[in-house]
């Protein structure tokens, strides 16, 4: 009697798959340890992943490759250092670079929603703002210092905040307002003069 084996693939299974591939890609790419076993690490390359002074790397979701890497790279002025994808029409996970700042741009649903939030530490605001203009780009958030020093917000075409800001050169004291003015209320101040008198 003949018997045939019958394999069923669980999409839980395919998704864990591709992830610790993908761990185990960026580990080989920061020159680690390979993190999945029967995978030989790839010897690191010069040119990939030299941060000098940067050692988190944040990751944003974006959902249509073209449109972002036309945003990030022509209005922004970053620079694609390397693209990954486990198949030529696959999901893309991409390093972009610009001045010593490095982010990862990610297609995976698995890696992280989008609507996130990303702050750039850079020393001029103003004139960051002023490329940007020339390069049509419209800031969500005009340069103010409504946080206390020198910032500008862009969204991205997928909704992901990118905020720019310079370090102040005069730091205010904590709990000091924005404008040097006397520092705001802190929660209810009816509440801290105790329970009305009763007459």
């Excluded at 790279?73 to 996970?93: A, D, N, Y």
């Excluded at 004139?127 to 969500?140: H, N, P, T």
Aim: one cysteine or more; charged letters at 25%.
């Amino acid at each position: 009697m003949e018997r045939r084996l019958i394999v069923f693939w669980r999409p839980t299974r395919l998704v864990q798959w591709t992830r610790r591939l993908r761990l185990c890609f960026i580990s080989n790419v920061l020159g680690g340890a390979p993190l999945t076993s029967g995978v030989r690490p790839q010897k690191p390359r010069d040119n990939l992943m030299t941060i000098p002074g940067q050692r988190v790397i944040p990751a944003l979701r974006i959902t249509d490759y073209e449109q972002s890497k036309v945003f990030y790279v022509k209005r922004l002025g970053f620079r694609v250092e390397w693209e990954h994808r486990f198949e030529p029409h696959f999901p893309v996970f991409m390093s972009m670079v610009r001045d010593g700042m490095k982010l990862f741009l990610t297609q995976h649903t698995g890696d992280c929603q989008v609507g996130g939030l990303v702050h750039f530490v850079i020393p001029d605001v103003d004139a960051w703002y002023r490329e940007f203009k020339d390069r049509g780009v419209v800031a969500s958030e005009a340069p103010n210092d409504d946080l206390g020093f020198r910032n500008m917000t862009v969204t991205d075409p997928d909704g992901n905040q990118l905020r720019f800001m310079a370090p102040s050169s005069d730091p205010a004291e904590p709990g000091a307002a924005p404008n040097g003015g006397p520092a705001p209320p802190i929660g209810n101040q009816d509440a801290r003069k105790g329970p009305p008198s009763v007459s």
